[in-house]
């Protein structure tokens, strides 16, 4: 069962890179759809996502696909963003065991306890996003280019 599952993800991937989506819009979805993945707020990893739909030229199901294969990366990153914010903001480092155990124990609480350190994490990952993101669209336009069928070969 597990390669038959498998087989219908590559299907599926395949179905993307081949429909009608340009490699830049591809390209574009995937950045964005891993920079809003590792947004600093577990959880809410969709609403950056959800407002970049609204700007960007992206395809909202791949930016989704994309942000929830991200969240071993987000889980892996959220606090890395906070220190990060609270050495640029100035801000008293939190306790990070007493932040991992709320979030895994209560996260709503464990927000509105941590919401300082959480919004200067937040304004870390601002700063990171565009730079995170061009330098993730250009390799992959790059391979989506060259992965997309040329029409004027089919028959």
């Known amino acids: 069962m597990g390669t038959r599952r498998m087989f219908d993800i590559k299907n599926k991937i395949k179905s993307i890179v081949t ?6 819009t591809l390209a574009l979805s995937i950045a964005i759809g891993i920079t809003c993945g590792v ?12 407002v970049a739909t609204f ?15 991200c969240t ?3 889980l892996a990153t959220f606090l890395l963003f906070i220190r990060w914010g609270e050495t640029i903001t100035g801000t008293p480092p939190a ?3 007493e932040l991992t155990t709320a979030l895994s ?3 709503i609480g464990a927000v509105q306890t941590f919401a300082i350190s959480l919004a200067v994490g937040a304004i870390a990952w601002l700063l990171f996003v565009p730079f995170a993101t061009l330098a993730l669209f250009l ?3 790059l391979v989506a280019t060259l992965l997309k069928p040329n029409k004027s070969n089919k028959d």
Request: proline share 16%.
């Open 19 to 24: 429909s009608g989506a340009s490699p830049t």
């Open 39 to 50: 947004f600093p707020i577990p959880g809410l990893t969709s609403v950056p996502c959800v």
């Open 55 to 69: 700007f960007l030229p992206v395809n909202i199901a791949i930016v989704l696909t994309v942000n929830y294969l």
């Open 72 to 74: 071993p990366l987000n």
């Open 95 to 97: 306790s990070l065991e």
């Open 105 to 107: 124990t209560n996260v």
């Open 139 to 141: 390799p992959i336009r």
